[in-house]
């Protein structure tokens, strides 16, 4: 295997521990605002790009690992409001934050989260992605957030051929794009496998549109998502 390949491997794994690790700092802050609580799927939209290419191998050749939600590309409020989780999360004596996680893992237990995933290829990349990696993709994902208690059920798979979407340059396309495609409810994680992803990033994710007063108007969060590059799926052979 070529040292740029395993260099990639490397850094993904060390991305998905972090992930993880991450997702348990704020998951006291969540549940320590109760307000808040809804908000825990901003962990499942940004942190599931952990897992792009938890595989051996991804469909395409090796590319920088980057993530289009970082300092340098998210959005103005996206890092306020990962900062305020953050701050909320150190909050408290560590023995009190302690005692917290373990109420919350008993009363809990585990968490599942229903995924859609879409694949969106432009016609001349559409047959680069085979039938069988979307469920290679949900076997990487569950193996990677086993550790957490956390299990991810495959509810569909849809496929679209469109040039325009695939490339998610326009913020207006994007959206009409998950207008068009988004299933499920607000709970429901809608993940975007785009095959030319713009920006040269592995993928991006938004936060979930906050609800109020119980509205559920898919038209309020059809937003909510994680765009990803196709391509790091698992190659199967």
Same mark, same amino acid.
């Given at each position: 295997m070529?040292p ?11 991305f ?7 997702y ?11 307000t ?10 940004t942190f599931?790009?952990?897992l #792009?290419?938890?595989a051996?191998?991804?469909s ?11 300092t340098?590309?998210a ?13 909320k ?9 302690a ?7 008993a ?12 694949i969106?290829a432009?016609?001349a ?8 990696m979307?469920s290679s993709? #949900?076997?990487? #994902?569950?193996?990677?957030?086993k550790?957490?208690?956390?299990q991810f ?6 496929w ?7 490339? +998610? ?9 998950k207008q068009s495609?988004?299933?499920g409810?607000y709970k429901?994680?809608?993940?975007y496998?785009?095959?030319? #992803? ?9 936060l ?5 007063n119980g ?5 309020v969060?059809a937003?909510? +998502? ?7 799926m698992?190659a199967?052979?």
């Amino acid at each position: 295997m070529q040292p740029q390949v395993v260099q990639i491997r490397n850094n993904i794994k060390t991305f998905i521990l972090t992930a993880g690790q991450t997702y348990h700092r704020f998951i006291l802050a969540f549940h320590a605002t109760p307000t808040l609580a809804p908000m825990r799927s901003i962990l499942l939209l940004t942190f599931s790009l952990g897992l #792009l290419a938890a595989a051996s191998e991804s469909s395409s050749p090796p590319k920088p690992f980057d993530c289009g939600t970082t300092t340098e590309h998210a959005s103005e409020d996206f890092l306020k409001t990962v900062q305020a989780l953050h701050d909320k999360s150190k909050s408290g004596s560590s023995a009190a934050r302690a005692a917290l996680a373990a109420r919350d893992a008993a009363a809990t237990g585990p968490i599942n989260v229903d995924a859609i995933f879409h694949i969106v290829a432009t016609s001349a990349a559409k047959s680069s992605i085979t039938n069988n990696m979307p469920s290679s993709q #949900l076997t990487a #994902l569950n193996a990677a957030y086993k550790p957490y208690n956390i299990q991810f059920n495959l509810i569909n798979v849809t496929w679209t051929t469109n040039d325009t979407w695939a490339t +998610g340059a326009n913020p207006a396309d994007d959206l009409a794009m998950k207008q068009s495609l988004r299933q499920g409810s607000y709970k429901t994680l809608n993940l975007y496998f785009q095959t030319d #992803l713009s920006g040269s990033v592995l993928g991006r994710c938004t936060l979930p549109s906050a609800i109020a007063n119980g509205k559920t108007d898919p038209t309020v969060y059809a937003n909510d +998502g994680c765009n990803i590059n196709a391509h790091t799926m698992p190659a199967v052979a």
